[in-house]
C-alpha cells in the first residue's frame, strides 16, 4: 500500500511539473504586488501572403485575487473573414489540478458590436468561469485565419500594472516574399531574446515582476514594452494596401477608403449655398455648415466588412441623415468642399487616455475619426459625431494628441488643440448667509471655460432631480443641502457656462457651547492629498491643469462676535500656485477670496513628496475654520 501510494504521489507530481500549474511552482517574487501572473502568454503568427494569415493565441493564466481577473482575457472576437478553427479553455485549482474544461461548444457568442450600431459582422467568443476560491489558473486558447493583414497582432508582453509575468513568447513568420517594417519601443528596462531573422520576428520575455501602481502613475501605456510590426504590402476587407511611411499610409487611405464619397445631390449643394449667402467671414461659414450636420443628422455605427474602416458616401448619409464618426466626417467634409472649403479626414486614438500616433512608424492606427479644417496658424477640429458639443471644441476624448490628417498628398501627423491650465478655469462667486443657529443661503454663480465646461455642462439637460442629484453630489462637504434653483446661461460661441444657483442647508456650522466654528470655504473644498510612498517607483503626471478662483461675500450673524481672522496665504510651487484670504469688510461682513493654479506635466519621482505636501497645505487651508463668539 505504501508503494503504490509512493507512486501515486510520484505520478501527481509529475502531472503537476507537466502543466506546472501549481500554485507552488510560482517565484515567490511574482507574487509580490500582483493581482495576478501571467505563466505563459505565446503568440504564433504565420503570414503566407499580403492576404492570409494564422495566429494563434495561448495564454495560462493564474488569478491570485479577484482584482486580477480583469487579465483573463477571455475573448476570441471573429467575423465573416475571420474565422476561428480552434479554441479551448481548461480551469485548475491551486494545485494545479482541473476542475473544468470549456469546450467550444460551451464557449458564449454574442454580438461584439454595441447598441448604437446600426449593422455589423463582428462577433466574440466568451466563456465565463465563477470561482469559489482563490487562487485558480485559467488556460486558455484558439487560433483564427484572417485574409486582412493591414492589423498585425502586437507584443506587449506585459499587461499592466499588479500583473507579472513568467514567460511571454512571440513568434511570427513572414513569406520571404513579403516586405516588412518592426519597431520595438520601451525594451531599454527590460532583458528580452530576440531570435528574429530575415523572415522571422521571435521575441522571449521571462520573469518580470509586477510593478505595483502608484498614484497619479501615467498610462501603463507609457511604460510598457511593446512590438510592432507592419507589412509594406497588406490586405483589407477585400482592398489591398501599400506603405512604408505615414505619407503613403495616408495616400493609401485618401485613394482607397475616401476617393469619390464626398459628391453630395445638387440639391444638398444649393440648399448650403443658400444658408451661406450673406456670410463673408470663413470661419462663420465653416461653423454654419457644422451647425447644419449637428441638427439634421445622428450617430449610428456602421462595423460591417470594409465598412469598419470607409466611410459611408456622403450622398448616402445626407439621404438617410445618419452615419458614424468616419460616415459624418467624410459628410461634413464634402459639404465643406461644395463650398469652396477645403478639410481633412483625420485618424485619431480616441479616449480620456492620450494615445498619439507613433510619428516614426506608420501602421494602421486609431479608433476615432475627427475633421480638420486649416485655418493659417489656428487649425479648426471639428467633432462631427455630437449634436451638443459646440463648434471648434473637442474635450478630453481627442485635445492634445498625434493625429493622422488624410491629404490628396499624402498622410500629415497634425497634433490637436490642447485644454491646458488656465484655459480650463472655473470662477465662482457669491453671497452667503449664516443665520444664528448655524443654517446658511447663498446665492452662487459658477462660470467655467475648457475642460471644466465639458465636465458641468452636462447638468443643463438634466432632470429637476437628477439636477439636485448632481449638486448634492458636487457640493458633498455640506449635509444636508438643499437646491432651491439654478439658471444656465449656455454660451457654445464661446464654449462657456454659467450656473445662477440658489442652496440652502442646515446645520453648517459646528456648535461649541454657545459658540459657533465656522468654514468660509463652503463650495471649493479641496480633499485631495495624493499617497504616501517610503520609496516611490515612477513618474508622477498631473494630466492637463486647471484655474480655480472663488470670491464669496459671507454676511454673519448680528449675535456673534468674529473672533481673531486668519493670515492671508500665499504658496508657491512649481506645480501650481495658491492663495487664500479673509478680509472684514465690515462688522458682520466677510469677503472669502481663494484662487489655485495647477500645472500640467510629467514629474520625476523625486519631486513626488514636495508635490504632495503642496496638496497637504491646500487642503489644510482649505479647511480653516473661524470661530464666533455669541
Not at 492589423?151 to 513568434?171: C, G, H
Not at 479626414?345 to 512608424?361: I, P
Not at 475642460?451 to 455642462?457: N, R, V
Request: proline content about 3%.
Amino acid at each position: 500500500m505504501r508503494f503504490f501510494l509512493l507512486l501515486s504521489l510520484i505520478f501527481t507530481t509529475v502531472l503537476s511539473a507537466q502543466t506546472n500549474y501549481s500554485i507552488l511552482s510560482i517565484n515567490d517574487s511574482l507574487k509580490e504586488n500582483a493581482n495576478a501572473v501571467v505563466r505563459l502568454d505565446e503568440t504564433i503568427v504565420e503570414i503566407t501572403a499580403k492576404n492570409k494569415m494564422e495566429v494563434t493565441n495561448h495564454r495560462v493564466i493564474t488569478i491570485l485575487k479577484k482584482a486580477g481577473e480583469s487579465s483573463i482575457n477571455p475573448y476570441a472576437f471573429y467575423s465573416s473573414k475571420t474565422k476561428i478553427t480552434d479554441i479551448l479553455a481548461h480551469v485548475y485549482n491551486e494545485q494545479g489540478e482541473e476542475i473544468e474544461k470549456i469546450k467550444r461548444k460551451d464557449f458564449i457568442d454574442i454580438s461584439a458590436v454595441d447598441g448604437g450600431t446600426l449593422y455589423g459582422d463582428s462577433r466574440v467568443k466568451v466563456f465565463r468561469y465563477t470561482p469559489t476560491s482563490y487562487p485558480y489558473t485559467v488556460d486558455f486558447s484558439y487560433t483564427y485565419t484572417t485574409p486582412n493583414t493591414a492589423f498585425l497582432p502586437r507584443w506587449m508582453p506585459i499587461d499592466d500594472y499588479m500583473v507579472s509575468v513568467e514567460k511571454s513568447v512571440f513568434n511570427m513568420q513572414i513569406a520571404e516574399s513579403l516586405k516588412w517594417r518592426k519597431k520595438e519601443k520601451n525594451f531599454d528596462n527590460y532583458v528580452i531574446i530576440n531570435r528574429s531573422s530575415e523572415s522571422l520576428v521571435s521575441y522571449e520575455m521571462n520573469q518580470i515582476p509586477a510593478q505595483k501602481r502608484e498614484a497619479l502613475s501615467p498610462s501603463f501605456y507609457y511604460y510598457e514594452p511593446q512590438l510592432m510590426v507592419a507589412l509594406e504590402e497588406f490586405h483589407l476587407e477585400g482592398v489591398d494596401g501599400f506603405a512604408t511611411d505615414w505619407e503613403s499610409m495616408g495616400n493609401w487611405q485618401y485613394n482607397s477608403l475616401l476617393s469619390n464619397r464626398d459628391k453630395l445631390p445638387e440639391s444638398t449643394v444649393s440648399l448650403m449655398k443658400e444658408k451661406l449667402t450673406g456670410i463673408t467671414d470663413r470661419e462663420e461659414k465653416i461653423k454654419k455648415v457644422y451647425e447644419y450636420v449637428q441638427n439634421n443628422t445622428r450617430y449610428i455605427s456602421v462595423q460591417l466588412g470594409i465598412g469598419g474602416w470607409q466611410p459611408i458616401s456622403a450622398e448616402e448619409v445626407d439621404r438617410v441623415k445618419y452615419g458614424d464618426c468616419k460616415g459624418l466626417t467624410n459628410y461634413t467634409k464634402a459639404l465643406l468642399k461644395s463650398q469652396g472649403i477645403e478639410s481633412f479626414y483625420s485618424v485619431v486614438h480616441a479616449g480620456q487616455t492620450k494615445l498619439d500616433m507613433e510619428k516614426d512608424f506608420a501602421i494602421m492606427q486609431g479608433n476615432h475619426v475627427i475633421l480638420n479644417v486649416p485655418n493659417e496658424e489656428n487649425d479648426i477640429w471639428l467633432e462631427c459625431t455630437s449634436q451638443k458639443i459646440p463648434f471648434g471644441f473637442l474635450s478630453d476624448f481627442t485635445d492634445d494628441r498625434d493625429v493622422l490628417v488624410v491629404t490628396p498628398e499624402g498622410g500629415k501627423i497634425k497634433h490637436t488643440q490642447s485644454y491646458l491650465n488656465d484655459e480650463n478655469s472655473q470662477i465662482t462667486t457669491g453671497d452667503l448667509v449664516l443665520d444664528n443657529v448655524g443654517d446658511i443661503k447663498a446665492n452662487l454663480e459658477i462660470k467655467t471655460y475648457g475642460l471644466q465646461y465639458d465636465k458641468h455642462s452636462q447638468v443643463v439637460t438634466m432632470s429637476g432631480k437628477d439636477q439636485n442629484d448632481y449638486y448634492t453630489e458636487y457640493w458633498n462637504n455640506i449635509n444636508a443641502l438643499e437646491l432651491e434653483g439654478v439658471v444656465f446661461d449656455h454660451d457654445k460661441k464661446n464654449v462657456y457656462l454659467s450656473e445662477k444657483i440658489k442652496v440652502s442647508a442646515q446645520s453648517y456650522v459646528t456648535k461649541i457651547g454657545d459658540n459657533l466654528l465656522f468654514k468660509p470655504n463652503a463650495f471649493n473644498v479641496s480633499k485631495y492629498v495624493p499617497s504616501r510612498y517610503t520609496d516611490r517607483k515612477l513618474s508622477f503626471e498631473i494630466d492637463r491643469g486647471y484655474t480655480d478662483s472663488d470670491e464669496i461675500s459671507i454676511k454673519l450673524p448680528v449675535d456673534f462676535k468674529l473672533g481673531k481672522l486668519p493670515d492671508p496665504v500665499v504658496i508657491t510651487s512649481e506645480f501650481g500656485n495658491y492663495e487664500m484670504a479673509i478680509q472684514l469688510i465690515d462688522k458682520n461682513r466677510l469677503k472669502y477670496t481663494r484662487k489655485i493654479q495647477l500645472k500640467n506635466g510629467l514629474y520625476d519621482k523625486s519631486k513626488y513628496d514636495d508635490y504632495r505636501n503642496f496638496r497637504k497645505k491646500v487642503k489644510k487651508y482649505d479647511n480653516i475654520k473661524i470661530v464666533l463668539n455669541r
